[in-house]
């Protein structure tokens, strides 16, 4: 396996898991920062330790643990992380991104569509949407850096 084919699971994911009747259909709208987190510690895990996430099983116990909030928003990107794969995390938010991004970095893009007020998240390589509205008629509003101590 490689970190192309690590990447390429999340790619039209959220668009497939709408149709799904399993947990992660219960994030509806508000699975792209889920899905962008999971492909983060997805990326982690298999470059540090060699082993892959289960999404369903990181949902679970990110509602256990309650950073998954009732409505299904995001309460703690770092510790989400931190629980999916046992390290420290830090986010910063920077409206451009460094010219060199270090290997310890891993960056979410945060798109904006003024007309509907929409938001969503994406990573650089792809998009857990097909066709996302927001990011065909909208802008990258900012970047979440989230980063772990080396």
């Known amino acids: 396996m490689t970190i192309k ?30 899905y962008c987190l999971c492909s983060i510690a997805d990326e982690y895990n298999f470059t540090h330790q060699g082993k892959p996430i289960d ?13 998954i909030g009732d409505e299904c ?8 992380l931190e629980l999916l794969t046992g390290v420290k995390w830090t986010r910063n938010i920077v409206l451009t991104l460094p010219y060199h991004i270090p290997e310890s970095m891993y960056t ?9 007020g929409y938001t969503h998240f994406k990573r650089r390589w792809g998009d857990t949407l ?3 509205q927001t990011v065909k008629y909208g802008y990258i509003k900012e970047y979440y850096c989230y980063s772990y101590a080396a």
Not at 55 to 60: A, K, R, V
Request: aromatic content about 12%.
């Open 5 to 34: 084919e690590v990447r390429k699971k999340y790619i039209g994911l959220q668009t497939d898991c709408k149709t799904y009747k399993n947990e992660l259909s219960q994030l509806g709208n508000y699975a792209c920062l889920f």
């Open 130 to 132: 097909v066709n996302s």
């Open 73 to 80: 928003y995001i309460l703690d990107g770092c510790k989400i």
């Open 55 to 67: 999404l369903i099983e990181s949902f679970i116990k990110c509602k256990k643990k309650k950073l």
């Open 108 to 116: 979410v893009e945060k798109w904006f569509r003024e007309e509907t």
